[in-house]
């Protein structure tokens, strides 16, 4: 799982400092030919639309380390609903300094408010029903943590984090394998070989898959995918408790709600991450 200790993370700080000279490479030369040297001052984050706000932490993290004097002031916390006008943030220092991580700041808190916002408005939609809403591995290569941190921040969970922190079986795997049983066996003797513990997912896409996962008696979740929502509650009162349930597969606003209301456990979303509208936020000059 990821929470806030994620900002003290030696990885995160290293995306920071090499993303900083993506963009200043050999200086800022726009700041450095027009603003004179040693010039102070201040700027504000605000807030241009409404939502979840997300990364103002870690919008302070890369002010100092871009420049360890600058004063920087929240004036609101990650995960807190925001509308226009709010003022997120001041910071205070050389405006050389300020320019110089300002797109980078706006860019990372502009998307992962986004992220935390369609979560968040997701979220809603299942409100009741006992349904959790997951992630997925669809993220920006580079950034998956800090999009996983986003959604926890607009009320959703993680699912696994990459490829190495559980067992996902998927159709390709299982075809790959010669079917669900012989992949599901390969990997126990895998997992006893290697002395791993992980949970043991299986996607499947209909209701014979179904059974077939199911009479393993060795997989903790199984996945139904692209089912129809009548589908879903037929394989759900099928599974019967026995193990996790996941819906995926083409999941929108329009449709979450029914999905959710066949009692599966979870349902994960693709889009929270891959196809989110930024967030609208800007920093000026006060």
Known sequence: ????????????????????????????????????????????????????????ELAKIIFHLNDPSMDVRLFLHDGMEVKKGDVAMEVEGSVHAILRAERLVLNLVQRLSGIATRT????????????????????????????????????????????????????????????????????????????LHLKIEVETRNLEEVKEALATGKVDRIMLDNFTVEAMKEAVSLIDGKVETEASGGITEDTIRAYAETGVDFISVGALTHSVRSMDISLKEI
């Open 1 to 56: 799982m990821i929470d806030a200790a994620l900002f003290q993370n030696t990885e995160i700080h290293d995306f920071i400092l090499r993303a900083l000279q993506e963009d200043i490479g050999d200086g800022d030369h726009s700041s450095l030919a027009s603003i004179p040297e040693g010039t102070q001052g201040k700027a504000q984050m605000l807030i241009k639309d409404q939502g979840i706000i997300a990364g103002l």
């Open 120 to 195: 968040f408005e997701m979220n809603k939609l299942i409100e009741g029903t006992g349904c959790t809403l997951l992630d997925t591995r669809k993220t920006t290569p580079g950034l998956r943590l800090l999009e996983k941190w986003a959604v926890k921040m607009g009320g959703g969970a993680n699912h696994r984090i990459g490829l190495y922190d559980m067992i996902m079986l998927k159709d390709n795997h299982n075809d790959y394998a010669g079917g669900i049983t012989k992949a599901v066996n390969n990997t126990l003797a895998y997992l006893k070989e290697k002395e």
